[in-house]
C-alpha cells in the first residue's frame, strides 16, 4: 500500500481535503466512462497545477510512429495511441473577473470528490477563498450517460458567500489537444472547422493518418437558484477552440450553475455530412429531457447492471469498496455493445500501454463478460478477433511464416500489431494461445458449440499452424522445442522453452485437432467449408500430432517441478522475503540487467498454466509449484495476484487467498505499484472478480455444470454473488456455516457442490 487516503464506503470513492500531491492520482482513481467513450476526472474550471488532462473515445487512435527498432525486418512502424481527445467539460469561471484555480486560491476548505458507483456519477464540492478574497462554494456534479452513449453532462453550481458579485461563466471546446506519451510530439488532430448554432457549439476534427472524424459539441444553459435563466452570451473562436461566455449577477447566497450537455460523435457510427445535425438533435433531446431526468435515466440503468453484477460482502467495507470499483470500471469500459471495441488494459482512464485490446481480454476478462452478462457480450469479443484474422496471418507472414499460420498482435486496435519492445513482440508469443484457450473457455462456459464452426475453428487452425512451424526438433532431446521467447513473466526474455508457453502450444495443437474431428462429425457442411477455404490436409494433421506428443518441457527431477524455462536453476534462488523492502518494487529500483539476472517474477508464468489448465494436474502437484514459484513472485504486474488468491484458496489457505484478494482489489484503490497517476488497471480488474467466484466461491465448470467448493474468509460475515450459466441466473451467497443458492426462470439445474450433485429448483433456496 503506497497511498491511504480513499475514504470506506461500501458504494463510493470518497476523497476528503484537497492535496496538490494528489490530484493526478484522484484523477485516474474517479474516472468516468460509458463503454463508448470515458473522462479522466480533471475539474471542469481551470488547474493551474500538476494535472494528467484525458479524454478518450472508444476505437480511435493513432499511428505513433515507433521510436526504436523499426529499421528492423517484421518490427512495427507504429504504436498505436489511444487518443487524448478534445477536451468536451471545460468551464472557466470568474467572479468579479478573478479566475477559480484551486491551485492559486487562498484557501480551499471541505474539498469533498466522490465517485458514486451505485448510481453512475461523478460529484465534487468545496469552499474556496479566491486571491480577491471572494469566497464561494461549489459543487460539481457529471456523468457519462449509458442511455445515450455519446453524451456527457455537467451541473456546475456557485454560490458566492461573503458578498455580491459577478460570475462568468465560460463553457468551452478545445480541439487544440496533445498526448502525454506521444513518441514525437507530433500532433494527432487537425481541426477542420469550429462553427456555432445559437447557444450550440461544434468543434469538427479529423486524426491525421488515420482519419476519424470526430465532432466535440456542447450546449449550456444557465440557472438561478435551480431556475434556468435567460442570459445573453458572447462566443470567441480561436482555430481549435470555442468559448461562450455567461455573466450574471449574484446576490450573496444565491446559486448561480451552469448545466454543460456535451461529447462526441464520430464517423464509426454517423455518416461525416450529418455528424452536425446528429449533434445538434442529440443537443435538442438532451435539454428537453434536462440533467435531473438524464440523471435520474443513469442511476435506473446503473441499477440493472448492478442487479446482475453486484458482489457483496458483509463484514469488510475495504473488501466490498475494492470489488465494487473493479466491477464497476470495467462497466465503465466495456459494455458488449458494439464488436468492434474492446478493453484496454487502462481503459478510459490513462493512456499508457496504448492499444485497445491485449491478451488480458482473453485470459481474464472474457469470464467475467460470460457470467455478468448473457453469452453474446463474450461471443462478440471472440469476433473481435475473428475478425482480426487476416491481419494475424499478415503479421505472422511480416516474420516468415507461411501457409496461413497466425500470429495475433501483443497490442492493437485494427489486428496489426503495435508494439514496439522487440522481447514482447517478437518473443511473447504465448499470447496466441489465449486466443484459442478463450474460446475453448466459452464453449465450455455457454455451451454455444455453434461458435466454431462459425467462426472459431478458422482461427484455431491458424494458431496452430503457427506453432507447428515456430517449434525445431532437437537432435540432442530428440523433442521439439521453442527457442527465444518471452513468457508471461516479462522479467525474462529471449529465453528457451518457457513450460508455459510450450505447454500452451502443445494443448492448442491437441484441442484443435479434437475440435476438427467433432466439426466434421457434427457438422460437415461447415467442416468441408473450413478444409476447402484453410487447405488442412491429412499430412499436415500428421505433423501437428507429432509436434504436440513430441513437445519439450523442462523439468527438475530434484525438485519435482516444471521449470520456467531451460536455465532457471542456473540463477540463484532467494525469496522476496530476503529482499530489503527498500528494494522494491524491483522495476522501479534495479536496472534491467539487473532484473534479468535475477530469480524474480513478475507474474503467474508456470502457474498461469497451471490455472489455466487446472484438470491437468493434481493439487499436490499444484501445492508443490506454488511453494516453489509464489515465494520468488514478486506480482509487479496486475494481473498476478489474482491468479495467486484463485490458487491459495484452492489449496484451503484462504487468509492468504485473503491477502492477494485484497492486493488485486485496491491495486489501484491504494496504488500498490506506485503508478496510479497514470490510469486505472482496467483488465486486472477482471481477476479480482476471479478471485472471490472462481476463488473463494470455488466456481468451475466441470461435465457441463457449474461446480462449487465455496470457503469464506475469517473476517467476513457472508458474500454473494451471482453468475448467468446457459442463460440461468444462480444466485450464491457463502457464509462460514453454509451455503445458499438460488435460482432465477422456470426449469432446475443440476449442479456439483463440494463434489455432490445437487439439484436447484428455480425460485426457491437450496442450503449447504
Partial sequence: MNQDYIQPNEWSILEEGFDTERVKSSESLFSIGNGVMGQRANFEENYSGPSFQGSYIGGVYYPDKTKVGWWKNGYPEYFAKVLNAPNWIGINVFVNDQALDLYTCKKVEDFKRELNMKEGFHRRSFKATLPNDIQISVQATRFLSIVKDELGAIDFEITVLNSDAEVRFEPYLDGGITNTDANWEERFWETLEVKTQGNKGFVLSKTLKTEFHVNTYMQSEVLLNGKVQQVDFTETKTEDKLTFSYVVSAEKGQTQSLRKYAGYLTDMNHKRVELVDAASKLLDDATHSGFSKLLREQK????????????????????????????????????????????????????????????????????????????????????????????????????????????????????????????????????????????????????????????????????????????????????????????????????????????????????????????????????????????????????????????????????????????????????????????????????????????????????????????????????????????????????????????????????????????????????????????????????????????????????????????????WKCYSFKVNFRDRILKVQVAAKETIFHLEGESPINILVNGNAVEVQPNQEYVV
Fill in 300 to 715: 435506473e440503468a446503473w441499477a440493472k447492471i448492478w442487479e446482475m453484477a453486484d458482489i457483496t460482502i458483509d463484514g469488510d467495507v475495504k473488501a466490498q469498496q475494492g470489488i465494487r470499483f473493479n466491477i464497476f470500471q470495467l462497466n465503465q469500459t466495456y459494455l458488449g455493445k458494439d464488436e468492434r471495441l474492446n478493453i484496454g488494459p487502462k481503459g478510459f482512464t490513462g493512456e499508457k500501454y496504448g492499444g485497445s485490446t491485449y491478451w488480458d481480454t482473453e485470459a481474464y476478462c472474457i469470464p467475467f463478460y460470460m457470467a455478468t452478462k448473457d453469452q453474446h457480450v463474450a461471443r462478440n469479443l471472440l469476433t473481435y478477433r475473428y475478425n482480426h484474422l487476416d491481419k494475424a496471418i499478415e503479421n505472422a507472414k511480416k516474420l516468415g511464416f507461411t501457409n496461413g499460420a497466425a500470429l495475433y498482435p501483443m497490442v492493437t486496435m485494427n489486428g496489426e500489431e503495435s508494439h514496439n519492445e522487440w522481447e514482447i513482440t517478437f518473443e511473447e508469443i504465448h499470447r496466441n494461445g489465449a486466443m484459442v484457450y478463450a474460446i475453448y473457455n466459452y464453449v465450455r462456459y455457454t455451451g454455444d458449440f455453434g461458435y466454431i464452426p462459425e467462426k472459431g475453428l478458422e482461427v484455431m487452425i491458424a494458431i496452430a499452424r503457427f506453432w507447428q512451424q515456430r517449434v525445431n526438433f532437437s537432435q540432442d532431446k530428440k523433442k521439439y522445442v521453442m527457442l527465444g521467447v518471452t513468457g508471461p513473466n516479462e522479467y525474462e526474455n529471449n529465453v528457451h522453452n518457457n513450460w508455459y508457453t510450450n505447454y500452451i502450444a502443445k494443448w492448442c495443437l491437441d484441442y484443435t485437432m479434437e475440435t476438427i474431428d467433432k466439426v466434421k462429425d457434427a457438422y460437415f457442411e461447415d467442416y468441408e467449408r473450413i478444409m476447402g477455404k484453410t487447405r488442412l490436409n491429412q499430412g499436415e494433421l500428421a505433423k501437428w500430432k507429432e509436434v504436440a506428443q513430441n513437445m519439450y518441457l523442462p523439468y527438475s527431477d530434484e525438485h519435482g517441478v516444471f521449470l520456467q524455462q531451460d536455465g532457471f536453476l542456473d540463477k540463484e534462488i532467494l525469496p522476496i522475503a530476503e529482499l530489503d523492502k527498500t528494494q522494491r518494487p524491483i522495476n522501479q529500483k534495479w536496472s534491467w540487467d539487473r532484473i534479468l539476472r535475477s530469480c524474480y517474477i513478475k507474474q503467474a508464468d508456470v502457474l498461469q498454466g497451471f490455472y489455466f489448465f487446472e484438470d491437468h494436474f493434481s493439487k499436490n502437484e499444484l501445492e508443490k509449484h506454488f511453494d516453489y514459484y509464489e515465494p520468488i513472485t514478486v506480482h509487479e504486474s496486475s494481473l498476478s495476484p489474482c491468479v495467486h488468491s484463485i490458487q491459495a484458496a484452492l489449496l484451503g489457505r484462504t487468509k492468504q487467498a485473503y491477502e492477494f484478494y485484497l492486493r488485486t482489489s485496491r491495486l489501484d484503490l491504494d496504488d500498490y505499484n506506485k503508478e496510479v497517476e497514470q490510469g486505472c488497471h482496467i483488465t486486472s480488474m477482471a481477476g479480482t472478480w476471479m478471485s472471490i467466484v472462481e476463488g473463494f466461491g470455488g466456481m468451475r465448470v466441470k461435465n457441463d455444470q457449474l461446480s462449487f467448493n465455496p470457503t469464506i474468509p475469517e473476517d
